[in-house]
Structure formats: C-alpha cells, structure tokens
C-alpha cells in the first residue's frame, strides 16, 4: 500500500494550497480517507475526513476554510486550503482506513509553511 501526499510548501498568510494524496494498493472505494496534521511539539490531529460514500467531516480549525474531496477513478484525496495562517504551519498525512476491517494506512506527509 502507498499513499503519496504531496502539494505542500511555503505560503504567506492568506494563501492557499492544495494537497493531493494518490493511493495504491488499496479498494480506494472502500477507503475512509483523511488528512491529519502534526506541528512540531504537537501531537497528530485530524484535520478532514471523507468517508467511503462521501461523507465529510472537519476539525472546527478547518472548518470553513478547508475542504476535502476525493476522486475515486484517479484514487485520489484533495484538500483545498484556503486562507492559510501561521499555526496551519504543520506536516500533513494522508490517511486511509479501510470501512470493513479498520485497518489504517499512512503516507509519508508534506509539509506546509505559513509565513506572517
């Protein structure tokens, strides 16, 4: 199983960047797939989720100003980020959990700088 994340980088306060997260080796369809975050000195926290049959769900921090979405034909994860500030500043992980058995899956993360 892979999960390459990229679309990551440098970015001032109010910009906007968009991840993509590609997936193999995996039923993408039969996927939760979500986006979490670590800054450095924190913990990992989730960030976006969409479930296998599209529903989504977001940190109160995102909401509003993220968004994911999913291709399944390219077995693909976006997250659309807007209005980025500072403290989005963080290594971002793709994540797939598999809807039957719970087995999860993560990428190797990219990383996103919000400068002031």
């Known amino acids: 199983v892979q999960l390459q994340a990229s679309g990551g980088g440098l970015v001032q306060t109010g910009g906007a960047l968009r991840l993509s997260c590609a997936a193999s080796?995996?039923?993408?369809?039969?996927?939760?797939m979500a986006w979490y975050r670590q800054a450095p000195g924190k913990q990992r926290e989730l960030v976006a989720l969409?479930?296998?049959?599209?529903?989504?769900n977001y940190a109160d921090s995102a909401k509003g100003r993220f968004t994911i979405s999913k291709d399944n034909a390219k077995n693909t994860v976006y997250l659309q980020m807007n209005n980025l500030k500072p403290e989005d500043t963080a290594v971002y992980y793709c994540n797939a959990e598999a809807r039957v058995s719970g087995r999860a899956y993560w990428g190797q993360g990219t990383l996103v700088t919000v400068s002031s």
């Open positions: 969409i479930t296998s049959s599209g529903g989504t």
């Open positions: 080796g995996i039923i993408f369809s039969r996927n939760h």
